[in-house]
């Protein structure tokens, strides 16, 4: 048997187990592993020399296909670099499969070349890590490689999805002799998936604490799952409020949008009933309202065992699939209304959170309307610009704020993304591209300047989808700084926390071969909008440039200025 067959039979597991893209970093330890990828017919491959930006590439492509994406590595520091995405990934259960190559255990810490601990390198931010053995001669680790290949394959898809490490020592010689071709013989696990289900008894209860309790209020956060008929239906039929951040992706009718605007306002909104779904919340007033306004029974949905509660209220953790959990409950309550009858009564507490969401559109609408050009009106435009078509992908820090903020102006819903798993700033346009890779619909990075030059290796891959359109908010530095109350108070603000920066992003566009837009003000906004959305099928680039102490000083009046 050739040294590098059982290499290429873990290549051959992810062809069978549906794995359709890889992501390689070129190395020479690692050589083995790409060209199984490279000559694996079902499975194409992308090079990228710069691992970080792999990595959240390789994120992108996952987090829009939900489907799991191999990455490969040398061994050494470039093993590192992939941490981030890594911990994005966890965070946001993302199907991620991470393949390090590495040396023979005898030669770590006999300063080796591009040798480091790697064993469990990633700690906690992988579902499970995996060590290969290191000879391949005797049977039995011929079948633990195909074991261990299988398991960790199945582990990225199994609920929670997530990364998985698989870490490879490799001994020379790294590379096929010139013609060989390696035909492995694999053995294929096949995983039947296991279903979640409510017993009739836990139902009755539920719908016991449902009929007791008059204010009810589902609240959605990060969240690709499609909810929208079941959430519709419970609008309409039980006369539910349904809060959702932009990152929720859901779209109905008489949802509440604008709650960031007045819930530290409101000392009696709390309700008895709260359900909630999905990931974290971008509302800190929502989290702060829960807390301290908390419901006599909250109901958390999610599919697997980990009780995660930031509002510190969770009264029954419910281990279900949201969707069949929200179709099974507007099921139960359409049969009882259609055996009992119809009892519908006007609902005052629905009421009064319409009331409160129509009085803060009605204020974001004038204060848009008489704002001068900055951060916030240029976000205001772009999000009435997007369509259905679309994908927006939100940046870190300030851009997530704002689209959140101002999600109900829009005109049209579409799909929104955000790497809220860490919430960090780097990786953001490597994400965007790999999401773009993966959807024929045009996707929108709207990032800000720090985050854009953090990440600006991403443009230097070869080939940038042409269905990709950044939008960088260039204020000359992290304005979240002066927005917060805690630095903005500090002498050292400028000095130590803003990181103040002069470039432009038109070298990069243009070294790139992407199309470079600006725009200073809302005719050249409108303008290039128009153009980068309608117009140019190209790959753009458009920078906003605005000033940064004014778009804080803008953002703190929105804040405050709404009365009730």
Known sequence: MPLIEPLYKIVELCALHGIKEAIICPGSRSAALTLAFARNAKIKTSVIADERSAAFIALGMAMQSAETVALVCTSGSAALNFAPAVAEAYFQEIPLLILTADRPPEWIHQYDGQTIFQTEIYGKHVKKSFNMPVDYNHKDAQWQIDRISNEAINCTQSVPKGPVHINIPIREPFYPETNERVFPNVSNVNFLKKHAHIETNDWSDLLEIWDKSERKLIAIGQNAVDLNDELSGLMEEENVVVLADIISNVCVDGKITSHDLFLNKIEDLAPDLLITSGKSFISKSFKQFIRSQKPTNHWHIQEHPDLIDPTQSITHKIEADPKYFFKELLESLEARKLKNGDDDEENDYLLEWIDLEEASLRYLNKFLNNV???????????????????????????????ANIMGGISKEEFEVSSNRGTSGIDGIVSTAIGQAMKTDKMVICLVGDVSFFYDSNALFFGDIPHNLRIVMINNGGGNIFRIIDGPSKQEELESHFVTNQTRNGESLANESGIRYLKATNMIEMASALEIIIKGDPRAALLEVITDGEADAEIFKALKTGFIL
């Open 372 to 402: 001068d050009f900055g951060e916030l009106k240029a976000t205001s435009m772009l999000l009435e610009s997007i369509s259905s078509e679309n994908i927006l992908h939100l940046g870190n820090s300030m851009p997530v704020r704002y």
